[in-house]
């Protein structure tokens, strides 16, 4: 089971920041959280990952509550582009595993 | 950096016939690579994970000798579907999972997938 929430489906103008809430609540002390976009019918795409201190990359910005129990990824200047389904995951990183994904949140960028 | 390919980008077989999916990761060497499949408006399914030189290890519930897959080299893995059969139409999606250095956790980078259908 997948060990993150996130909303369904978020709207955002284009040009603005979006911002897409995930909470992992039950994240344990190893184990990073990663950001990961699919594009529809299209491989998904890494975005960023964190551990507890908030990451910033050309694509986005990730902002991890001292608690670790939840985090917003941020992309900054909202593009039509941008709309994707977003996956929020957390896994050990340093783990074999493969990704877990839930249903994420569909982000529609509106013109 | 971190490109990963698969080829074919789409294949149309008829039932009973086999079809070999290929996952290369370009310019980067992966000892571990992965299987996924997603059926349409779900999400991606972890089916097996690959790694080089060994057998892959199979999720529960994915049928290893219908999903043969092969991990040759530090950049190549296969997917085989033997005897495919119409439920086995799906969108495959490998990925390759890529050591950044000392102290970085793992990324995985996925191709961009391969659109299966079986008539």
């Known amino acids: 089971d997948a060990k993150t929430t996130q909303p369904p489906s978020m709207d955002c103008a284009e040009g603005r920041a979006a911002n897409l809430p995930c909470n992992h609540s039950?994240?344990?002390?190893?184990?990073?959280v990663y950001w990961y976009r699919q594009i529809h019918s299209q491989g998904p795409q890494y975005i960023i990952h964190?551990?507890?201190n908030n990451e910033t990359n050309e694509m986005a910005s990730l902002i991890i509550t001292e608690d670790r129990k939840s985090s917003t990824l941020i992309l900054p200047h909202a593009t039509l582009r941008d709309t994707a389904v977003y996956y929020c995951?957390?896994?050990?990183?340093?783990?074999?595993?493969?990704?877990?994904f839930g249903k994420g949140t569909h982000l529609i960028i509106q013109p | 950096g971190a490109v990963v390919s698969q080829h074919p980008s789409r294949v149309i077989c008829k039932s009973g016939t086999s079809v070999k999916i290929e996952c290369r990761s370009l310019?980067?060497?992966?000892?571990?690579m992965f299987w996924y499949r997603q059926f349409p408006k779900k999400s991606l399914m972890l089916m097996a994970t690959?790694?080089?030189?060994?057998?892959?290890?199979?999720e529960q519930g994915v049928e290893k000798d219908k999903f043969l897959i092969n991990h040759a080299s530090l950049t190549l893995s296969t997917l085989t579907v033997t005897s495919a059969h119409p439920e086995d139409s799906s969108f495959y999606i490998c990925?390759?999972?890529?050591?950044?250095?000392?102290?970085?956790?793992?990324?995985?980078?996925f191709g961009p997938g391969t659109r299966l259908t079986v008539t």
């Open positions: 964190g551990l507890k």
């Open positions: 990925s390759a999972r890529a050591n950044l250095g000392s102290g970085r956790a793992y990324e995985q980078y």
């Open positions: 690959s790694n080089e030189g060994s057998k892959a290890t199979y």
């Open positions: 995951i957390v896994k050990s990183g340093g783990g074999a595993d493969g990704l877990t």
């Open positions: 039950t994240i344990s002390g190893n184990e990073y």
């Open positions: 310019d980067f060497q992966a000892t571990t």
